[in-house]
């Protein structure tokens, strides 16, 4: 049985090239466009591995990590980010998260990164 996925980006574009990537291997349970959207997300679906985007309206995803961490410290994030968000990304993986990925990414990129942690 396929690993689990929930796919949080505040761009459409890069949820639906995520998804791309990711659903020939993995079973896609969710999309949330927002922090706040992925928390409820996680606890509706509770995925094995989750892609968190770092910048989001309302709560961003260090933000939304930390709470997903405190509700099931076990929870598998890994984290997307631009490469300009270096103390963003050192910030994410203090609130727990378990890798990250830079954009632009490519498909055996985040093949790997998710695999790693499913």
């Known amino acids: ?3 689990r996925v929930l796919i949080v980006d505040d761009s459409g574009f890069m949820r639906t090239h995520l998804r791309q ?3 020939v291997d ?8 927002t922090g706040e959207e992925a928390v409820d997300a996680y606890r509706e679906h509770h995925p094995d591995v989750v892609t968190m985007d770092i910048v989001m309206p309302e709560i961003d995803g260090i933000e939304a990590t930390l709470r997903i961490k405190e509700e099931d410290p076990d929870a598998c994030i890994v984290m997307c980010t631009s490469v ?4 963003k990304m050192r910030a994410a993986v203090d609130a727990g998260a ?9 498909g055996p990129e985040v093949l790997e ?6």
């Open 113 to 118: 990164a998710v695999g790693d942690v499913a």
């Open 1 to 3: 049985m396929p690993a």
């Open 26 to 33: 993995y079973d896609i349970v969710a999309e949330a466009e």
């Open 21 to 23: 990537i990711l659903q």
């Open 98 to 106: 378990a890798s990250y990925i830079t954009k632009p990414f490519d």
């Open 84 to 87: 300009s968000q270096a103390e």
